[in-house]
């Protein structure tokens, strides 16, 4: 059903990074989801008022109320593609994020209410009876929301849509509680066992994780978040694989939407490079980076010694004594200046976040007595720096 809906309603489905293409599959996401969450609503209050039970009507109305995660995502994605204008060089891609983590806090709301019932349920239980007509109207609703959840995990994860990855959440909140109840009802029929309270008291704290957990992965990307170990790989092979590219380092990666990202990188270039032909390889590779990965990259150049050989083994040195302190650590943009009255070793160090200011501190000081130790009229002039690589 899915793929066939794919097929029907969005054209060249494959071109998933295409942005036209990412909308049509969110429009088609949030069309669905209105047009089933309406079709449950008119289910169970035509059932709800031929039986006349207000709790199915009830339900009738929550399964309307729905419908609003699938406004917010059809909003999000609508407004996510819109073009960059003077105002918002970097596009609207965000709106994404926005619209999940709008639906995250409806899941929270959902789970919260579920929460309060259950607590109602058993401070003050009802005896629970057995109706079949109310069980299957129940039955049909649990297959059509775990259809939807399985519709909008599948399109969420081929184009990496938060919003769809927190509507599918959304749904899967809607399949537990339901599911609940069809149990409670029918262990009530056959036990006398009165067990809806807990089992909804455990269904809503996973309903209230469930949304934390999707408001914390769309917040990630709005706050700026660690750069994926994968997308580093990708990018800095690719830029390193370049001729006359020896090396590189501080990758940082900004989101503005699933479909729309900005990276800068310092790319090592040997210091007697002819800088006009270093200029023409970096200008080629960014216009590479930017067809082949959709990513827009901007590369700052850095020249480096690579034929020094009294250079190399001092880079040598320095780095042997900073692993030793720390292995995790590493160097980059080292230099050296010679004067009349010391020698000035120039370098940044990577260090791992756990480090405070104070530790900081301490493991510098040991590094220069280190260093020092090999000649007192070393100098060291050393640049802090954090990685911004996501760890393993």
């Known amino acids: 059903m899915t793929e066939l809906l794919v097929k029907l309603f969005v054209k060249n489905s494959d071109e998933v990074s295409n942005r036209r293409v990412r909308t049509s599959y969110g429009v088609l996401s949030s069309v669905v989801g209105m047009v089933c969450n309406t079709v449950l609503f008119a289910v169970k209050f035509l059932v ?83 109706n079949p007509i109310l069980t299957g109207v129940l039955c049909l609703s649990v297959f059509i929301k775990l259809w939807m959840m399985l519709f909008n995990r599948k399109l969420g994860k081929r184009i990496n849509s938060t919003v769809m990855m927190a509507t599918a959440a959304d749904s899967l909140g809607d399949v537990m509680i339901t599911s609940v109840t069809i149990i409670s009802t029918i262990i009530a029929g056959l036990t006398g066992w ?56 501080d990758l940082i990666i900004h989101s503005y939407g699933p479909s729309n990202k900005m990276a800068t990188i310092h790319a090592e270039v040997p210091n ?16 590479d980076v930017l067809e082949k990965l959709d990513i827009l ?56 976040y756990s480090y405070s200011h104070e530790s900081e501190q301490g493991l510098m000081k040991s590094i220069i007595d280190d260093i020092r130790k090999q000649d007192s009229r070393y100098n060291c002039v050393i640049t802090l720096d954090k990685s911004f690589i996501a760890d393993k």
Not at 98 to 114: D, M, P, R
């Open 48 to 130: 709800g008022f031929l039986i006349n039970s207000i709790s199915v009507m009830t339900d009738a109305f929550n399964n309307l109320s729905d419908t609003a995660s699938s406004i917010i995502g059809f909003f999000g994605v609508r407004l996510a593609c819109r073009p960059a204008d003077k105002e918002h060089p970097f596009g609207h891609g965000r709106y994404e994020y926005i619209a999940a983590l709008a639906v995250s806090f409806i899941i929270i709301q959902i789970g919260l209410t579920q929460l309060k019932n259950s607590f109602d349920k058993i401070l003050n239980p009802d005896k629970v009876i057995f």
């Open 194 to 249: 009165q067990i809806d309270g807990y089992m909804g008291l455990v269904v809503s704290i996973f309903v209230m994780y469930a949304g934390v957990r999707i408001a914390k992965g769309t917040l990630e990307p709005l706050l700026g978040q660690a750069v994926d170990r994968e997308a580093y790989e990708v990018i800095t092979n690719m830029v390193e694989s370049y001729e006359g590219i020896v090396g590189t380092h």
């Open 272 to 287: 007697d490079i002819d800088f006009e032909k270093a200029h023409e390889t970096i200008d080629r590779i960014e216009r």
């Open 297 to 352: 990259l901007v590369i700052h150049m850095d020249p480096v010694e690579v034929n020094n050989v009294m250079v190399l083994e001092k880079k040598e040195m320095v780095t042997s004594i900073i692993k030793k302190y720390e292995p995790s650590a590493s160097i980059h943009d080292f230099r050296i200046l010679n004067g009349e009255l010391h020698t000035d070793l120039i370098f940044d160090i990577v260090l791992p």
